[in-house]
């Protein structure tokens, strides 16, 4: 039975930090494997125009048999790592978030440190934030930043989707895919970075996973089914198209700005519909956000990096531009950041 969500004003009040922290470096990757919709259209009662109208989605990339969520997690860190003029030994913390770890132990963020070499690195593992973990990685980075013995903080948003998709499910097929993204978080000079948060969530079964924990089964699943991802597309429609656009109004007042201040918005990429209602909501214009949930599909909580990364690739943020992030995942958590961007 899925539970009503009612969208609420936020329960944290937010001031602000006291060290200011901002995104020093970002890296991207995605796998080789290309899924078109023409190719899920052979499998699936569905068409390549449908599946445009309903979500934008293009094409999505599915990771490679033999490779897992730390593989891409690496290559994305070792970029961010590199923009960022660091080495990996100089990361105070490594915090991934990701609903398709490795495995349930050991921790991938440990996997991912010893890879890396970052040998003294708080391993940390956020496996539950879904859609919203970008938000709440940045937001806990940067409050560990406010310890004066730490400098550098690395957040990873992870998924590997296709490996938790049931092959014969349409309604989740068609809409996921595989992709990683970083940054490294870093002290920087005041009036920039994180000027202001926003976050909420209210429990509701929209979408899930009930196998995997210490809860038994629901009669009717196996092991295997238990393990497939589950959503109500209506009900996630539904609150998501409420919960961004309040979000978003209340980080930009909480940050004393206007909406008309906001140089450029960064949004989950759940489906191009939801992105124009909110922004529709919020009138506006689309020349403000950038799109990639058209080639990578929803990437869960890697598409929070992958618009930051294409923006930045595209020189659609400059310094000084005041930027919001947005999103909402499973549970239903959702959140917002707005930062003024600098390059340190």
């Known amino acids: ?28 990757a995605v796998p080789s494997q290309i899924v078109t919709n023409d190719e899920l259209s052979e499998k699936f009662n569905t068409t390549d125009q449908w599946i445009q109208e309903k979500t934008g989605i293009k094409e999505r990339r599915y990771l490679e048999d033999g490779r897992t969520t730390s593989d891409l ?15 990996p030994g100089d990361l105070d913390a490594i915090i991934i978030t990701t609903t398709t770890p490795d495995q349930c132990l050991p921790s991938t963020a440990m996997i991912i440190k010893d890879v890396l070499g970052a040998t003294r690195a708080m391993p940390i593992d956020l496996n539950q934030a879904a859609c ?13 930043l406010q310890n004066e013995h730490m400098n550098n903080v690395l957040v990873i948003g992870a998924e590997i989707l296709s490996r938790i998709m049931d092959p014969t499910d349409r309604s989740t097929s068609v809409f996921f895919g595989d992709a990683a993204g970083a940054v490294v978080l870093q002290k920087t000079s005041e009036g920039y970075g994180l000027l202001a948060w926003d976050v909420d969530s209210k429990l509701n079964d929209a979408v899930k996973i009930v196998g995997g924990g210490a809860t038994p089964l629901p ?46 918005f960064l949004i989950h990429q759940a489906n191009v519909n939801i992105v124009r209602a909110a922004l529709d909501e919020l009138q506006v214009p689309e020349d403000k956000t950038t799109f990639t949930v058209h080639e990578y599909a929803n990437t869960g909580s890697a598409t929070l990096f992958s618009v930051l990364y294409k923006a930045l ?11 919001v992030f947005s999103a909402i995942g499973a549970g239903f958590l959702w959140g917002s950041l707005c930062l003024k961007y600098i390059n340190n």
């Open 73 to 87: 997690c690496i290559e994305a860190s070792l970029e961010a790592i590199a923009k960022a003029g660091i080495q």
């Open 313 to 323: 690739q595209e020189q659609r943020i400059n310094e000084g531009d005041t930027i």
């Open 132 to 144: 919203a973990g970008g938000i709440y990685s940045i937001l806990i980075g940067s409050h560990l």
């Open 219 to 264: 009669e009717g699943e196996t092991l295997e089914s238990g393990q497939y991802i589950k959503m109500n597309g209506r009900e996630v429609w539904n609150v998501a198209t409420e919960a961004i656009p309040s979000s978003i109004r209340n980080v930009v007042k909480k940050a004393n700005l206007t909406i008309e201040d906001i140089d450029h």
């Open 1 to 28: 039975m899925t539970t009503q969500t009612v969208v609420r004003p936020s329960i944290v009040e937010t001031t602000g930090l006291k060290i200011p922290v901002t995104i020093q470096g970002a890296g991207f």
